[in-house]
């Protein structure tokens, strides 16, 4: 969420326990904002980016279905519309900051929160924003980018059965801080979002309103989002995205066994390794060097994970641009693999204030921030800006009465049939509906 404080004082109080970096951090973790000293009247304005992704989760046992081969629809976009390669400039960004670590982020979500923050800023400060998502200012570029958010929104709010996903906005504000009424009007039309008035003179009271919508929008699975209000706070902003999907063919649990995988050629970690018989989407990348295979999930989303050849990861990583993945994902037909996969959990949690400026989004992080189509007061910035993603993967259901049906069993291993085992750091990303990347990631110790 963003927090907006409001303070009188020039004492820096910060919490000495905020990590600074690109250390994971526990989901729903919060952070202390910086508080801002600029004049008698200080505003410090902090956005937690609430990122949560539950799934893949697997069904192990379900009703044996009809195959729908479907072919993937050519066109991929990183949602909002223009952001293009920013995806993969702020991956090999946050590689280069955890050369040897997990990584995991929303691509959709930290763009669609940048292209809110653009509605409340200005000169400079909006054009940074703009830029980096790849939007050039002016001839309708801007419209275009917040009415494809708000197209993808309600899309994303049409119910589906067998795959949850949903991403929203909410706002919570002092009753007493002017918010420009053109920022509260585009947050609640374009961006859909929640908004609460909020009273932060009662710290405990604002808290347990505020961590109560994240606990019910992430199902539960994000609590604390926001650890202490001191009273000082006038806004918090919260982005939230939750997704939860099975596999369209789930993986047995008997053939799940302990396998090594090779974290680096001269370190090795035992894994619970999935094994799976089936026709995948396959594609061998001679130029990248990598081999890419597509999981869809039931319903409209597909999981791709990419293994580069042995000792090919920079390689690959240097050469990820929006090309490249449409390339990947015009992946025409299937072929029958002997797939192997390792059960993991990771999670990724980033200070995004530190990371963005390298992409030359700075100002709205400094003194000079111009953010006055939030709130006429001129002493506003975003001082913290926390994303955090996590995603599970794994052959069982996500719960008890999943576990009914009938086993599906598997033919035995046809002539051909090509074995592509993920013992080694790969990449992943799940695409909704072949369009928008949700999330992104690099598994490197399961």
Same mark, same amino acid.
């Given at each position: 969420?963003?927090?907006?404080?409001?303070?009188?004082? %020039?004492?820096?109080?910060? &919490?000495?326990?905020?990590?600074?970096?690109?250390?994971?951090?526990? *989901?729903?973790?919060?952070?202390?904002?910086?508080?801002?000293? =600029?004049?008698?009247?200080?505003?410090?304005?902090?956005?937690?980016?609430?990122?949560?992704?539950?799934?893949?989760?697997?069904?192990?046992?379900?009703?044996?279905? !009809?195959?729908?081969?479907?072919?993937?629809?050519?066109?991929?976009?990183?949602?909002?519309?223009?952001?293009?390669?920013?995806?993969?400039?702020?991956?090999?960004?946050?590689?280069?900051?955890?050369?040897?670590?997990?990584?995991?982020?929303?691509? +959709?979500?930290?763009?669609?929160?940048?292209?809110?923050?653009?509605?409340?800023?200005?000169? $400079?400060? !909006?054009?940074?924003?703009?830029?980096?998502?790849?939007?050039?200012?002016?001839?309708?570029?801007?419209?275009?980018?917040?009415?494809?958010?708000?197209?993808?929104?309600?899309?994303?709010?049409?119910?589906?059965?067998?795959?949850?996903?949903?991403?929203?906005?909410?706002?919570?504000?002092?009753?007493?801080?002017?918010?420009?009424?053109?920022?509260?009007?585009?947050?609640?039309?374009?961006?859909?979002?929640?908004?609460?008035?909020?009273?932060?003179?009662?710290?405990?009271?604002?808290? !347990?309103?505020?961590?109560?919508?994240?606990? !019910?929008?992430?199902? /539960?699975? @994000?609590?604390?989002?926001?650890?202490?209000?001191?009273?000082?706070?006038?806004?918090?902003?919260? $982005?939230?995205?939750?997704?939860?999907?099975?596999?369209?063919?789930?993986? $047995?649990?008997?053939?799940?066994?302990? =396998?090594?995988?090779?974290?680096?050629?001269?370190?090795?970690?035992?894994?619970?390794?999935?094994?799976?018989?089936?026709?995948?989407?396959?594609?061998?990348?001679? #130029?990248?060097?990598?081999?890419?295979?597509?999981?869809?999930?039931?319903? #409209?989303?597909?999981?791709?994970? @990419?293994? *580069?050849?042995?000792?090919?990861?920079?390689?690959?990583? #240097?050469?990820?641009?929006?090309?490249?993945?449409?390339?990947?994902?015009?992946?025409?037909?299937?072929?029958? +693999?002997?797939?192997?996969?390792?059960?993991?959990?990771?999670?990724?949690?980033?200070?995004?204030?530190?990371?963005?400026?390298?992409? /030359?989004?700075?100002?709205?992080?400094?003194? &000079?921030?111009?953010? %006055?189509?939030?709130? $006429?007061?001129?002493?506003?910035?975003?001082?913290?800006?926390?994303?955090?993603?996590?995603?599970?993967?794994?052959?069982?259901?996500?719960?008890?009465?999943?576990?009914? /049906?009938?086993?599906?069993?598997?033919?035995?291993?046809?002539?051909?049939?090509?074995?592509?085992?993920?013992?080694?750091?790969?990449?992943?990303?799940?695409?909704?509906?072949?369009?928008?990347?949700?999330?992104?990631?690099?598994?490197?110790?399961?």
């Amino acid at each position: 969420g963003a927090l907006v404080h409001h303070s009188h004082t %020039t004492s820096s109080h910060l &919490d000495s326990t905020s990590a600074s970096g690109l250390a994971p951090r526990r *989901p729903g973790s919060s952070q202390v904002c910086m508080l801002v000293n =600029q004049g008698l009247a200080t505003m410090r304005l902090c956005l937690f980016l609430c990122l949560m992704l539950l799934g893949p989760r697997m069904a192990t046992l379900r009703r044996p279905q !009809k195959k729908k081969i479907q072919e993937l629809p050519p066109a991929v976009t990183t949602a909002p519309p223009g952001s293009g390669d920013f995806v993969f400039d702020l991956y090999r960004t946050l590689a280069a900051a955890t050369p040897d670590g997990n990584i995991f982020f929303s691509p +959709l979500s930290i763009s669609v929160s940048l292209a809110m923050l653009s509605l409340g800023a200005r000169s $400079n400060t !909006k054009a940074q924003i703009l830029e980096g998502l790849g939007i050039c200012p002016g001839e309708g570029s801007e419209e275009e980018l917040h009415g494809a958010s708000q197209r993808l929104l309600r899309e994303l709010q049409q119910p589906q059965d067998s795959l949850q996903l949903s991403l929203g906005n909410a706002l919570f504000t002092k009753p007493t801080l002017h918010i420009q009424e053109a920022f509260l009007g585009a947050l609640r039309t374009l961006y859909l979002a929640d908004t609460f008035p909020t009273d932060f003179e009662d710290p405990e009271g604002a808290k !347990k309103k505020i961590n109560d919508y994240v606990a !019910k929008q992430t199902k /539960g699975k @994000i609590v604390d989002l926001i650890k202490s209000l001191d009273g000082t706070q006038v806004m918090v902003m919260v $982005n939230y995205i939750f997704f939860k999907a099975k596999w369209e063919t789930s993986f $047995n649990l008997k053939s799940t066994h302990e =396998q090594d995988f090779y974290v680096t050629p001269e370190t090795v970690v035992r894994v619970p390794m999935m094994k799976q018989q089936d026709q995948f989407y396959y594609f061998l990348d001679r #130029n990248l060097s990598c081999k890419v295979v597509g999981v869809p999930y039931q319903g #409209n989303a597909t999981a791709f994970f @990419i293994l *580069p050849h042995e000792g090919e990861m920079e390689q690959v990583e #240097n050469g990820l641009k929006e090309k490249t993945l449409k390339k990947w994902l015009r992946m025409p037909m299937k072929r029958r +693999l002997e797939l192997y996969l390792p059960k993991f959990s990771i999670e990724g949690s980033y200070q995004l204030e530190e990371v963005l400026p390298k992409l /030359g989004i700075r100002d709205i992080f400094t003194s &000079d921030a111009d953010l %006055t189509g939030i709130s $006429n007061h001129s002493s506003i910035r975003v001082s913290e800006m926390v994303h955090k993603a996590m995603v599970e993967v794994d052959e069982s259901g996500t719960q008890a009465a999943a576990a009914t /049906g009938t086993v599906i069993t598997f033919k035995s291993a046809r002539l051909g049939s090509h074995r592509v085992v993920f013992n080694r750091p790969f990449l992943m990303l799940i695409v909704e509906n072949s369009k928008h990347i949700l999330f992104f990631g690099k598994v490197t110790r399961p």
